[in-house]
């Protein structure tokens, strides 16, 4: 039998947080928590590039404290990815300090306090309310970014909370738009503005509604795509064109929205495996997601800035699992980078040169999100096409690297010590790709060691890995099958054939004296 709705509660709040970069231009905060028969769900939009899993964890620390129903496990905190709102100081992890700047404990101390604050608020306003959720499409709005598929999320979801007397509390607004800048221009300083695309977002949808509410802009499946509006620069008034162009979507989608004053509610949130990495632990090993049920609507966690092919996967599924509507929430709970698609993993182009964690992250989603499938039903990667087209001899590479897990081990090491051993920079391969500089400037001598070799596959994806699409698909079958980076299968692979090489190159790796491992070759 079908859960019984219990009557909604909610509560809203805001505030903003003078930025340690550029005070004249405070950051926004906003939050909305809703009940249901006892159950809390707190959503709560942050206007930076970025933010990650400890600036989630200091916050839902000050919210237990202080006796709150509303922490770490159903705390749904997440950025805008406005890029010019790269705030220091406020993350903790070694992707998040290379993106805006060293972990400043004063600087997260402060931003915490407020945040929690703030939602501390929207939880004690809690009153008897009802909802509106609808969809509608924008795909005039955004573009692929050059290099990218040419695949858009354009679905456009909305959740509109009101007072019983029907007084507006807060909206909260799920669209794909660019979101923060990549590595390459991590460093280079950006002007500071009003609110950027969120803040014009947010304005535009109080005006549309006709109530100066929260409003809580999510950003979605959005890391292969740019802006259709503002090909030459996020100007003020193309911020605000986009604006008034999205709010008119919002008001019209939930004009037919039918509203609910008793629901169901949910929240499961896990800890779960991250693929592994040649950089090891200095990339988190594990991240959070996050999962939110709202009756037929499903909220996805996104912990990064996911390609658009990874968020339409994740909206089928939940569709195909019977739920309506589907908010794909990026930049939640934690920051991993980019993931792009397979086939621009494999081009490396240059936002996919610091996509640290492989080819498979449109597999990984898959299998971490929605678990509940049927015994029937396909696994996720099965509807990826650079996949599924080749899906016996992935599946049988899969089988193939589980049984030789201990053995392409074995092949890695001493090829891994080798490469530390030249520092990670071998003649013929290039010195460390350029999108790497800004990362480079953070670290020490031992994880430079590591980014070489890092870079060096970069290289050779860019150069030398002239594989077939089914050649590639064997190879990210073996590297999930055997639970080993996929960069380090690569460099085994193309290794493996030093005669194939450019002289200079073939020169260097016979020079490692190690052997290699050609996984064509049965």
């Given amino acids: 039998?079908?859960?019984?709705?219990?009557?909604?509660?909610?509560?809203?709040?805001?505030?903003?947080?003078?930025?340690?970069?550029?005070?004249?231009?405070?950051?926004?905060?906003?939050?909305?928590?809703?009940?249901?028969?006892?159950?809390?769900?707190?959503?709560?939009?942050?206007?930076?590039?970025?933010?990650?899993?400890?600036?989630?964890?200091?916050?839902?620390?000050?919210?237990?404290?202080?006796?709150?129903?509303?922490?770490?496990?159903?705390?749904?905190?997440?950025?805008?990815?406005?890029?010019?709102?790269?705030?220091p100081g406020l993350m903790r992890s070694f992707l998040g300090e290379v993106l805006v700047g060293?972990?400043?404990?004063?600087?997260?101390?402060?931003?915490?306090?407020?945040?929690?604050?703030?939602?501390?608020?929207?939880?004690?306003?809690?009153?008897?309310?009802?909802?509106?959720?609808?969809?509608?499409?924008?795909?005039?709005?955004?573009?692929?970014?050059?290099?990218?598929?040419?695949?858009?999320?354009?679905?456009?979801?909305?959740?509109?909370?009101a007072s019983r007397d029907a007084k507006a509390l807060a909206c909260l607004v799920?669209?794909?738009?660019?979101?923060?800048?990549?590595?390459?221009?991590?460093?280079?300083?950006?002007?500071?503005?009003?609110?950027?695309?969120?803040?014009?977002?947010?304005?535009?949808?109080?005006?549309?509604?006709?109530?100066?509410?929260?409003?809580?802009?999510?950003?979605?499946?959005?890391?292969?795509?740019?802006?259709a509006m503002a090909p030459g620069g996020d100007t003020g008034e193309s911020a605000a064109e986009l604006g008034r162009t999205l709010a008119g979507a919002v008001r019209e989608s939930l004009e037919t929205a039918g509203v609910r004053e008793e629901v169901v509610l949910s929240c499961r949130t896990r800890e779960v495996l991250l693929p592994p990495t040649l950089l090891g632990e200095m990339l988190p090993v594990t991240t959070v997601l996050q999962e939110v049920r709202l009756d037929d609507t499903v909220f996805l966690s996104m912990p990064g800035a996911p390609a658009a092919q990874i968020g339409l996967l994740l909206r089928v599924r939940a569709m195909m699992q019977g739920a309506?509507?589907?908010?794909?929430?990026?930049?939640?709970?934690?920051?991993?980078?980019?993931?792009?698609?397979?086939?621009?993993?494999?081009?490396?182009?240059?936002?996919?040169?610091?996509?640290?964690?492989?080819?498979?992250?449109?597999?990984?989603?898959g299998d971490q999100h929605l678990r509940g499938k049927t015994a029937q039903e396909e696994p996720a990667w099965m509807e990826v096409p650079a996949l599924g087209r080749f899906a016996s001899g992935f599946g049988a590479a899969l089988e193939r690297g589980r049984v030789a897990r201990e053995a392409i081990a074995a092949h890695w090491a001493p090829l891994s010590a080798a490469l530390d051993q030249a520092g990670g920079k071998m003649p013929g391969f290039g010195d460390v790709p350029k999108e790497f500089f800004s990362v480079l400037s953070e670290v020490d001598a031992a994880q430079a060691t590591a980014f070489g070799k890092a870079g060096m596959a970069v290289h050779v994806r860019r150069e030398f890995a002239d594989f077939t699409e089914e050649q590639r698909a064997i190879l990210m079958g073996l590297a999930e099958g055997a639970s080993v980076p996929f960069d380090a299968l690569l460099l085994l692979q193309v290794f493996s054939h030093p005669e194939r090489l450019p002289e200079e190159a073939a020169a260097a790796v016979q020079a490692l004296n190690v052997a290699g491992c050609d996984f064509f070759a049965n």
Wanted: hydrophobic share 50%.
């Fill in 1 to 87: 039998m079908p859960a019984m709705g219990a009557p909604l509660h909610a509560g809203a709040s805001q505030a903003a947080i003078a930025s340690p970069a550029s005070p004249g231009a405070p950051f926004a905060v906003d939050a909305l928590v809703l009940e249901a028969g006892q159950a809390y769900v707190a959503f709560c939009t942050v206007d930076v590039a970025a933010l990650d899993r400890s600036l989630l964890d200091a916050v839902a620390l000050r919210l237990e404290e202080g006796g709150s129903a509303i922490g770490r496990d159903n705390l749904l905190l997440s950025a805008t990815g406005d890029p010019s709102k790269r705030c």
């Fill in 102 to 161: 060293p972990f400043e404990p004063s600087a997260q101390t402060e931003a915490a306090d407020v945040i929690a604050a703030v939602i501390a608020e929207a939880e004690g306003a809690l009153q008897p309310a009802s909802a509106r959720i609808a969809e509608t499409e924008a795909p005039e709005l955004h573009a692929p970014r050059d290099g990218a598929s040419s695949t858009a999320d354009s679905t456009v979801c909305v959740l509109a909370v």
């Fill in 174 to 227: 799920n669209y794909a738009l660019e979101p923060a800048l990549p590595f390459a221009q991590a460093q280079h300083s950006v002007s500071a503005n009003t609110g950027g695309r969120p803040g014009a977002i947010a304005l535009a949808v109080q005006e549309a509604l006709g109530a100066a509410i929260p409003v809580l802009f999510c950003n979605g499946a959005a890391g292969d795509l740019a802006s």
């Fill in 324 to 365: 309506e509507h589907v908010f794909l929430l990026g930049l939640t709970g934690d920051y991993l980078g980019f993931q792009p698609t397979i086939e621009e993993f494999f081009a490396a182009t240059p936002e996919a040169c610091c996509a640290f964690y492989g080819p498979l992250m449109v597999k990984w989603y």
